[in-house]
Structure formats: C-alpha cells, structure tokens
Nanobody, 119 residues
Framework: QVQLVESGGGLVQAGGSLRLSCAVS????????IDWYRQAPGKQRELVAV???????NYADSVKDRFTIFRNSAKNTVYLQMNSLKPEDTAVYYC?????????????WGQGTQVTVSS
C-alpha cells in the first residue's frame, strides 16, 4: 500500500516562504508522476505543480516563478518550495501520486497540509 504524508504547512506573512514535504512510502507501484494540488475554501481543487519520473516539471500559471517542485529520491520525498507567498495561496495543499501497476493506473492522495498566508 502506498502512503503519502505531507508536512511543512503553517501560517506565514505575505512575501514569506514555506517548504512543503511529501514523504512517499510503500511504493509497490511504478511512480509516473507526483503532483501538488491545493484547495481553498469554497473552491475546486487545483493542480499547482507536477514532477514526472523523468524529472520534468510543470506549474500552474498562478505560481510560476514563485514555487519550485523538486525531489530527493534517496529520501523518497518530493518538496514544494513556495516563495513570495500571497494571501491567495492560502489553501490545503495535497500531494498526489500517479502510478502504474501492469495495466492499472492507480493514484493516491495524502491527507493535506494547511497553508495560511496573512496579509
């Protein structure tokens, strides 16, 4: 069973930085990509950043040039470095793994970590 555990959320002032971590365990599936999503109150969950198994990255326009997704394969951990935070970045941030197992394409979610940016 695959487990994703996020950490690193908290309260920060606008302009500040936070680094989120997503620790992955029980990788019985091939990892195709790991994403960070976020969901603000009353809004739909949105994709923030992606890192593929090959190391390619992609970002939502709203966070481009401010957020960086990267990984430490030795620690089975993916990070989201968030700089120049804005109040509109306030949301619960979720880690999401897209995998493959034979012909199956399972995906897994973490429990989420709250990020609050004060103005």
């Amino acid at each position: 069973q695959v487990q994703l555990v996020e950490s690193g959320g908290g309260l920060v002032q606008a302009g500040g930085s936070l680094r989120l971590s997503c620790a992955v365990s029980g990788t019985a599936v091939r990892v195709n990509a790991i994403d960070w999503y976020r969901q603000a109150p009353g809004k739909q969950r949105e994709l923030v950043a992606v890192i593929t198994s090959g190391g390619s990255t992609n970002y939502a326009d709203s966070v481009k040039d401010r957020f960086t997704i990267f990984r430490n394969s030795a620690k089975n951990t993916v990070y989201l470095q968030m700089n120049s935070l804005k109040p509109e970045d306030t949301a619960v941030y979720y880690c999401h793994l897209r995998g493959s197992w034979g012909l199956s394409r399972p995906d897994y979610w973490g429990q989420g970590t709250q990020v609050t940016v004060s103005s």
